[in-house]
């Protein structure tokens, strides 16, 4: 079983709202019918059009990813796929990356029915490795030194770590890593909220241990950072 993320770009002429129904009503049952063996569709959509943690790299940036796991991602066996998204009405372009998932906090909060919005919101960040550091020190840093301190200094409900394998489409962006994660609503819009912090106090201190962190593998530059709701129609999971 592979994972495969699409990140995907809206044509300005489409509505965001009606774009996002797009994806999720008739791309989803199209990338199902093609052999998706799960499927999440996270989009900008108007209901985070409020965050005050939206970072921008690339520009024009990303609006959505469509993750996909399947039996394989060689070419040939995601063909269908490839085509449901890039004749998908809204989409301007499309690029595809292979990943490796791991899921240090799962989202156990919310058991919503497939299709439907995950409370809160999720947070899409696009990381890209430091030239001068190796992939393997990068890796280290972000998932063993890092993980622990995004947790405690948050209000993450829930949190996922891909690391890019390799780019999949012509003309993909260079991405590394694409993390995803989970708050409550109230974190849109409130820095104490976001960063699990009572007081001005405690909202400085997790804030001066998430900027030191993420420097040590360079996540404080070259990133977007995308608020997106998360509609899941099915994971695969072990077991």
């Given at each position: 079983?592979e994972?495969?993320v699409?990140v995907?770009w809206?044509?300005?002429?489409?509505p965001v709202?009606?774009?996002?129904?797009?994806?999720?009503?008739h791309?989803?049952?199209a990338l199902?019918?093609?052999g998706?063996?799960?499927?999440?569709?996270?989009?900008?959509?108007?209901?985070v059009?409020?965050?005050?943690m939206?970072?921008v790299?690339?520009e024009p940036?990303?609006?959505?990813?469509?993750?996909?796991w399947?039996?394989?991602?060689?070419d040939?066996a995601?063909?269908?796929l490839?085509?449901?998204l890039e004749?998908?009405?809204?989409?301007?372009r499309?690029a595809?990356?292979l990943?490796t998932?791991s899921e240090p906090?799962?989202?156990?909060?919310?058991?919503?029915?497939a299709?439907e919005?995950?409370?809160?919101?999720?947070n899409l960040?696009f990381l890209?490795r430091?030239a001068e550091?190796?992939?393997?020190?990068?890796?280290?840093?972000?998932h063993n030194?890092h993980t622990?301190?995004?947790?405690?200094t948050?209000s993450t409900?829930?949190?996922v770590?891909n690391?890019?394998?390799r780019?999949?489409?012509?003309?993909?962006p260079?991405?590394d890593?694409?993390?995803?994660?989970?708050?409550?609503?109230e974190?849109?819009?409130?820095?104490?909220?976001f960063?699990?912090a009572?007081d001005?106090?405690?909202?400085?201190a997790?804030?001066?241990?998430?900027?030191?962190?993420?420097?040590?593998?360079g996540?404080d530059?070259?990133?977007?950072?995308?608020?997106t709701?998360?509609y899941?129609?099915?994971r695969?999971?072990?077991g």
């Amino acid at each position: 079983m592979e994972k495969v993320v699409y990140v995907l770009w809206r044509d300005p002429t489409a509505p965001v709202e009606a774009w996002s129904r797009t994806l999720r009503e008739h791309a989803v049952p199209a990338l199902a019918g093609a052999g998706a063996r799960g499927l999440q569709v996270n989009v900008s959509d108007e209901a985070v059009a409020a965050s005050i943690m939206r970072l921008v790299e690339l520009e024009p940036q990303m609006e959505a990813t469509v993750s996909l796991w399947v039996d394989s991602a060689r070419d040939a066996a995601r063909t269908a796929l490839d085509r449901v998204l890039e004749g998908a009405p809204g989409v301007r372009r499309v690029a595809g990356y292979l990943v490796t998932e791991s899921e240090p906090l799962r989202d156990t909060a919310h058991a919503v029915p497939a299709g439907e919005r995950t409370p809160g919101f999720a947070n899409l960040a696009f990381l890209r490795r430091p030239a001068e550091m190796p992939a393997s020190a990068w890796i280290d840093a972000w998932h063993n030194g890092h993980t622990e301190v995004a947790i405690a200094t948050q209000s993450t409900f829930g949190y996922v770590q891909n690391v890019v394998a390799r780019p999949l489409t012509p003309d993909a962006p260079a991405i590394d890593g694409i993390v995803e994660e989970l708050f409550p609503i109230e974190a849109l819009t409130s820095l104490h909220a976001f960063f699990a912090a009572a007081d001005d106090e405690a909202l400085a201190a997790n804030m001066q241990r998430m900027a030191a962190s993420v420097a040590r593998f360079g996540a404080d530059r070259a990133i977007d950072v995308v608020p997106t709701s998360r509609y899941v129609y099915g994971r695969v999971r072990p077991g």
